[in-house]
């Protein structure tokens, strides 16, 4: 069996609330965001959350090439909601951008949810495949109770001959010292069938239910 090089898995851990079954997400294309010199993120309607509302769109920016301010703002398409299109031209018509480098700029925009079980992806599936012993990270007591979020990615190293992981490292944090050892402790006790995985990358999420993040694409 030819052995994997690298693969990547997608975990989100939720905070254990009873009816919590999906995490909500707001996700931003990266590339508008990476131009802006100023770029508030849009917040998910409390409203649109607790209907279970989402939807897609793409935010059309007229900007003033002179001063780099957002003059108009408008949804084409819409996301299908007034109150999603809402909060996302709210945030949009604060962006700045520098002076004289563009007059219009597109950014695409999703209000989801996310199941919070591991991506479907096929190499996750091929992860989940060779895994023999995969226990999930922990969502610490200690972050929860102080709210704590973020999104990061691990890479974990794996003896080819044993299965067995030799090291483990955020190559993003999540912004917590704790969060990133709730997730480290867990992968350095991953195990899988010997010659099938070499390096698995892992980017993560640990969300509170009622906290949305945003995370740009």
């Keep these: 069996m030819k052995p994997t090089a690298l693969v990547t898995l997608g975990i989100t851990i939720a905070s254990a609330i009873p009816g919590a079954a999906t995490a909500q997400l707001v996700i931003v294309s990266s590339k508008p965001r990476a131009t802006a010199i100023y770029a508030p993120p849009p917040q998910y309607p409390r409203a649109a959350r607790m209907a279970n509302v989402t939807g897609g769109g793409t935010a059309i920016l007229d900007i003033d090439p002179q001063t780099g301010l957002v003059k108009a703002a408008q949804m084409n398409p819409s996301t299908g909601d007034k109150d999603l299109d809402h909060a996302a031209l709210a945030a949009f018509r604060q962006w700045r951008f520098r ?5 219009s700029v597109n950014v695409p925009i999703r209000f989801t949810k996310d199941t919070g079980l591991p991506t479907t992806s096929r190499s996750s599936t091929k992860v989940r495949q060779y895994a023999l ?5 922990v969502y610490p007591a ?3 109770s102080k709210h704590l979020t973020g999104l990061g990615v691990g890479l974990i190293e794996v003896d080819l001959r044993t299965g067995s992981v030799t090291a483990a490292r955020m190559l993003q944090s999540t912004g917590y010292r704790v969060l990133d050892d709730a997730a480290l402790n867990a992968f350095r006790q991953w195990r899988f069938e010997p010659g099938t995985v070499s390096r698995i990358r892992i980017p993560i999420r640990f969300l509170m239910h009622g906290i949305v993040p945003v995370v740009y694409e």
């Design 99 to 103: 002076p004289g480098e563009t007059s």
């Design 133 to 137: 012993y995969a226990p999930p990270p």
């Design 142 to 144: 200690e972050a929860r």
